[in-house]
């Protein structure tokens, strides 16, 4: 596989364009539909000529259906279906005894609620049993709508809802289980009548950044924004446009919103007073909850976010001098990516330089 080539992940499908070949078993790629830049291994990929389906991962057959069980053999289809009292009032004619009444299995929790803020529209995780989540829709907004909710696991539609919520509303639209995380579960959620629609992933480094407070609901939970008010009423006085062309234009606003906020803040005095000039980015001590559990490519996405969390604070307040970036050697992976995303830096003029000893890499700011 080389440059340009079109690939796809084997256990969710996803499709990818290489831009780069590490020549050491990596690629460098460009997911085409979440439009963001990651790290593919050869053995998780292949082209998409030879692509022939989503295949399952070893941790997707450990919280897999277990298989079900045998019926004892010897019995017949009536005993396989009904009791042994029940059979005996079938023959004799009398009425089938009365069963009580399942317990059900899941039960909306009951939430107080506190008054509305007018904040936005929310999609929020409410634990009501281990490892299992309902998920709510929060519309905090004085606005009441229809809207059309998906909840897709290995891109294949597992639940869909369309209804009407009215202003300051909330309700449980969907269940959520903390074991699909590891078949890129996406949700979508569409408010035609202002033509806006929100997709995102859920992968496990976007999962332990969710908690906050929710509106409506006053809770801290895990929670998505989804659509502020100001985005609402921006629709409701703009004439109707194309709901694609829309969201791009959207995301590219936010895009920079966030580039500017990180690079070109105002110097924190306190916070560089107490800035670390020494980062170490060694998996068990950036992710040391359950770090064991995580595949290759997932240990190196958190450790490519902590270094660009690292580089944006020192950029933020104003640091001057010299940095230590703790890399390590191994496979050289994690080097190859430090470096480029420092030759990045250098280029924009944003740092002096850098030099590597080792494991170990100086940056000059």
Sequence with gaps: MKAGEIIRFIYSGQRAEILEDYLDGSYRVWLLEEDEESIAFGDDVVPEAHYTGPQISDIQR????????????????EELFYTKEEIEARKAGRPLPKKEAPIPVYQAPKIEGKEAENKGIYLAFYPYAQGQYSIYLVNDTPYGFNFEFELRILQERAQELK???GPHDYFPIAEFAHANLNDSPQLILRLPIFELEHSFKLKYKKWIKLQQAIPLLGLELEGYPCFNL???????????????????AQRKKQMHKEIHRRYYNKQDAQRLAHFDSRLDLHIELIFPEDYKDLQPFECLEFQIEALEDYLNQALEIGFSGQLEIIHGVGKGRL?????????LLKRKKMIRGYQCEGGNTFVKF
């Design 163 to 165: 209804q009407h919520i």
């Design 62 to 77: 450990e919280f897999g259906k277990k298989k079900p069980k045998k019926a004892p053999k010897g019995l017949s289809t």
């Design 335 to 343: 080097m190859k990516e430090t470096h480029r995303r420092l030759d």
């Design 230 to 248: 100001a985005e609402l009423e921006a629709r409701k006085a703009q004439p109707k446009t194309n709901l694609k062309k829309y969201t791009l």
